[in-house]
């Protein structure tokens, strides 16, 4: 469905004025490659300014790499634009596509036309999700009235109402609670597996990607890093945990045996530990009376940092 062949994109940027003026060139991209399979769920990670957007914004169309092939379902994204938007989707979590001031319903017939849909496909497909995702109470309110996990509903309706055959998601239930961030995962969880929609999954939110994706393509100062199920990365990686400890008091020493410390500030700390947790905690609180302590999961950056520092290649996980 996807082919990128090394794809590099650069900016090039004005620096200084008058005199001084230079320009700076950033590779934004450098010689990516990868392919996805139709029906695939892939998440596409990597820390803020990674690269991840450029790609995006190149398999989408709109913008034209320096050098590279990238085909999407056959079609080459910036050459055949009209015949490949009309095959996707797009979601963007921090920006909505539907009209700000129209009810969401007007939105919805808006992209009947925009898309061309036949009517009876578009009230099958309005019917379908009008279901699933529980619009029927906020149809008739306009965009700027929703709340966020409702405009995220409404938003991926609008996505996939002419049927597309990939769809982007970027940062999909970005400031959700638990319970709306389970029902946006369970509907595309639904329509890749139902309908075979491609999804190219961007975020920052772990949760998303292990619900969703088995497969993570890792990006950072452009460049790919990792390629591969989401269980041998994390196996690899992602089994460091971290242990914050309030402490009753301060604590002059806050070094414990078999513990990493990460950070220390005066009756509170930090440790990094790996597997269960019960020991760790049986070694903190021996050390000093403790008032709180709580178990964080390494989050997908931090993660993401820890193969970059630890040089995947030369680990030989890629
Ligand atoms: N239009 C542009 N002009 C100049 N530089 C740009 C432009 N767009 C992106 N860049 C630079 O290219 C690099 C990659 O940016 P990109 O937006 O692709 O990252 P990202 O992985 O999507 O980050 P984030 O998670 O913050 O969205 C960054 O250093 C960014 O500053």
New binding site residues.
């Given amino acids: 469905m996807i082919h990128v062949e090394h794809l590099r994109k650069t ?3 004005r620096t200084g004025r008058f005199l001084s003026a230079g320009r700076r060139t ?1 590779e ?2 450098r010689d990516v490659s990868f392919h996805i399979p139709r029906g695939e769920i892939v998440g596409y990670l ?12 190149i398999l989408t169309g709109l913008l034209v790499p320096d050098s590279g092939a990238v085909t999407v379902g056959g079609l080459t994204p910036w050459q055949d634009r009209r015949r490949h938007v009309a095959r996707l989707g797009a979601v963007f979590g921090q920006r909505t596509t539907l009209w700000w001031d129209l009810p969401v319903i007007e939105s919805l017939r808006l992209l009947r036309h925009v898309y061309r849909i036949p009517h009876a496909r578009w009230q099958e497909n309005l019917d379908t999700f009008t279901d699933l995702l529980d619009l029927r109470p906020f149809l008739h309110t306009p965009a700027r009235a929703l709340s966020l996990g409702q405009r995220m509903r409404a938003d991926l309706a609008a996505a996939l109402l002419h049927d597309p055959e990939l769809l982007f998601l ?1 940062e999909p239930t970005v400031g959700l609670d638990v319970v709306a961030k389970d029902r946006i995962r369970d509907f595309i969880a639904h329509i890749n597996r139902e309908y075979e929609v491609t999804v190219l999954l ?1 975020t ?1 939110d772990l949760g998303d990607v292990e619900r969703l994706a088995r497969r993570v393509l890792i ?1 950072d100062h ?1 460049q790919l890093l990792f390629d591969g199920d989401l269980g041998r990365l994390q196996a690899a990686y992602g089994s460091q945990r971290e242990l914050h400890v309030d402490f009753e008091a301060p604590v002059e020493q806050a070094d414990v045996p078999g513990l990493t410390l990460l950070s220390h500030e005066p009756g509170r700390a930090t440790y990094a530990f790996t597997g269960a947790a019960a020991d760790p905690i049986a070694r903190v609180t021996a050390h000093a009376p403790v008032r709180d302590l709580t178990v964080r999961e390494p989050d997908i950056e931090a993660t993401i940092r820890r193969i970059y520092e630890g040089d995947l290649l030369r680990a030989g996980v890629r």
């Fill in positions: 900016f090039t940027t950033h934004a991209v990597g820390p803020n300014g990674a690269g991840k957007s450029t790609t995006v914004k970027d961007t920052h990006i452009g």
